[in-house]
C-alpha cells in the first residue's frame, strides 16, 4: 500500500508508469537480497526462511494482488492482456518451472547417488552458477530494454525519483522497528533489506509478457534494478555505519 501511495503521489498523470512501479513494488526479492543482507552482515539463515516464504507467497499471491492494485484500487484502464490468467501464466513461468526443475533436481539425484553426494559435492559445484544466473539473468532483461530506457530518458528520471523514495523509506521504518521491537542487528538489518528489495526480474517479465517490450510499463519495471542495486548498495554501507556507531549488537 505504501508503494501505491508513493507512485500516485509522484506519478498522478503517468499511469502507465505507475502500473509498471506497482508491478515492481508487489514482487518482493528474492535473490539479490541474500547478497545485500551478506554484504551488510545480516543473518544469511533468516534472509534464506524469508526468501523460501516469499517465493512461494509470490506464485501464489502476485497475480491476485496485481489484479487488485492495478485494476480495482488505482482503477487504470483496461487493457486487452491484462488479466489475472495472463499473470498467472507469467509466475508459473518465471517462478514455477525453476522450482519444479530443482525439486526434480534434488529428489532424483539424491536417490541416484547419495545424500552425502549431493549435499558435500554437488551443491558445492553449483552453488557458484546461482550468482552467475543471477547476474546473466539481470544483463539480459536490462539489455533488452536498454534502447527504450535511452529513448525516454525524461521518463526514467520520473521513475527513479518514487523508487529512491521507496526505498529510502522502507529500509530505515523497518530498522527502526525492528530496533525498537528489540531485534539484534542481524535480524533487524535481514528484515529491513527484504522488505526494502524486490524482484525486478519478476516484475520486468510480466510487464513485458502482459504489456509488450516497448510499453512504458516494461520501461518502469526495468528501471528497478537501475535504481534498486545503487541505492541499496549504498544502504549496505549506512547499516554497517549505523550498526558500528550504535555498538548494535545481537
Known sequence: MIWEVVAWAFLPEKEELRSGLILVGIARCIA?????????????SYCAILVAINSLLQMILFAPLSVLFISV???????????????ASSVAVFLGIPLAAAILTRFLLRHLT??????????KYLSPFSLLGLLATILILFASQGQHVIQQIVSVVRVAAPLIVYFALIFFLTLFICAKMGFGYKVATTQSFTAASNNFELAIAVAVATYGADSE??????VGPLIEVPVLLALVYVVRWVGERRGWRD
Open 32 to 44: 539479490m537480497v541474500l547478497i545485500w543482507t551478506g554484504l551488510a552482515g545480516g543473518s544469511t
Open 217 to 222: 510499463q516494461a520501461l518502469a519495471a526495468t
Open 73 to 87: 484500487i488505482s482503477h487504470s484502464k483496461h487493457h486487452p492482456h491484462f488479466s489475472y490468467p495472463t499473470i
Open 114 to 123: 547419495s545424500p552425502a553426494w549431493y549435499d558435500t559435492q554437488f551443491l
